[in-house]
């Protein structure tokens, strides 16, 4: 009998301790789900404003280039950049999306179907995923409006625009879509081991190679190389707005750069996007100190123009790999990309590639160098396999953009003709003048 009520005793006693331990049990259950709620939360918002802050990049491009060029194509400038980050925004969601990310498993490209979104209201489409859809899609979207900029610049001052629209629906919609495919999007470049943190290859360079071969089919701009081998300098129209340009890509590159390390809803992932930031900001500034202290001994008066370009090829070189390198390793990444600009520049001209804004050096030839320069601190990569990267990235968008443009030239013409040339495109192809009051035959009134 004894033993009879110690069992029914011991029976109660566990009972009652499991119901006491339920609402624990539940609580520790409840307590999981906020965390991952939490940490969907910050990582979408991670995605958003980065999102934003790399949109704000097109205005930067936009200062940069109306302030390079001079006052007759301002205008031309200004519609080419909107217009171009607006179709960037359409292809990517009507294809390059899903050409880039879904489906790809180790191969070549995803299917080239348009985006479907959650509905709303709902937290994502992918039940694994620790972030709402439609803010990865924004967030690059954002990049691949970026690659098109690159291109806008090099191509200033004699491009029609339709040509130029035309080709940035290929490079958004398929070209960079197929090359960000290869590592971003699970295929087989990232099997292989490559590495490319934020984009030096997959963005930038890949931008500098559909410009390079934009720039060779087009020509010179008329006057700007003698038949001697002479340069003749075109400045800008405004070095303010050109400065004011420089400084928002600068503000832009922290949402390019942090934001790729695509999670902050951890300590140790907001520990690493702060690490982004400050190697980010020391890249851009060695690149600047670089570029002044060149020309000043080179050419024994400062190039304003080479410290803005300066401070974007130090961007463009620590964005293969923003988060491993120690200070003076990004001081010394981005001091050489401030090296790359000061020698390329003059290069390009006495090849008689005649490239407005610089872009070609900033970001292709920049851009190569930071991929490159990645196994110095990330002991993940191989200079082998970075080599290999970029050289089939390289060789993919260098075929591709020249036979696009090769097309648009055979058959619509990518050229203004020499009278319109000298009249500026804001008058022949826009309509509109940035500065009527000191256009040609026009008076102040």
Known sequence: MRLRNIFTGAAAIGALSLLAAQPTMAQDAASTEASVDVQNIFNTLLFLIGGFLVMWMAAGFAMLEAGLVRSKNVSMQCVKNIGLYSVAGIMYWLIGYNLMYSGVDGGFFGAPTPVSFPEAG?????????????????????????????????????????????????????????????????????????????GSTLVHS??????????????????????????????GSSIPLATLGTFILWLGWFGFNGASQLAIGTVSDAA??????????LAAAAGVVVAIVLTQVIYKKVDVTMALNGALAGLVSITAEPLTPSVPAALFIGAVGGVIVVFTVPLLDKLKIDDVVGAIPVHLLAGI?????????????????????????????????????GILKASLGIRVGEEEEALGLDKVEIGVEAYPEFGTGSQRI
């Open 272 to 281: 690493d996007v702060a690490r982004i930031f400050v190697n980010t900001n």
């Open 369 to 405: 160098w930071g991929t490159l320069i990645v196994p110095l601190t990330n002991d993940g990569a191989s200079y082998a396999t970075q080599i290999f990267g970029i050289a089939a990235i390289g060789i993919f968008t260098l075929l591709a953009s020249g036979l696009v443009w």
């Open 122 to 198: 709902a937290a994502t489409a992918d039940p694994d995923a620790n972030y709402a859809a439609a803010s990865d899609w924004f967030f690059q979207m954002v990049f691949c409006a970026t690659t098109a900029s690159i291109v806008s610049g090099t191509l200033a001052e004699r491009i029609k625009l339709w040509p130029f629209l035309i080709f940035t629906i290929v490079l958004t919609g398929i070209l960079y879509p197929i090359t960000g495919a290869w590592q971003w999007g699970g295929g087989w470049l990232s099997e292989r081991g490559f590495s490319d943190f934020a």
């Open 206 to 235: 890949v931008g500098g190679w559909a410009a390079l071969t934009g720039a060779i089919l087009l020509g010179a701009r008329k006057g700007k190389y003698g038949p001697g081998g002479e340069v003749h300098p075109m400045p």
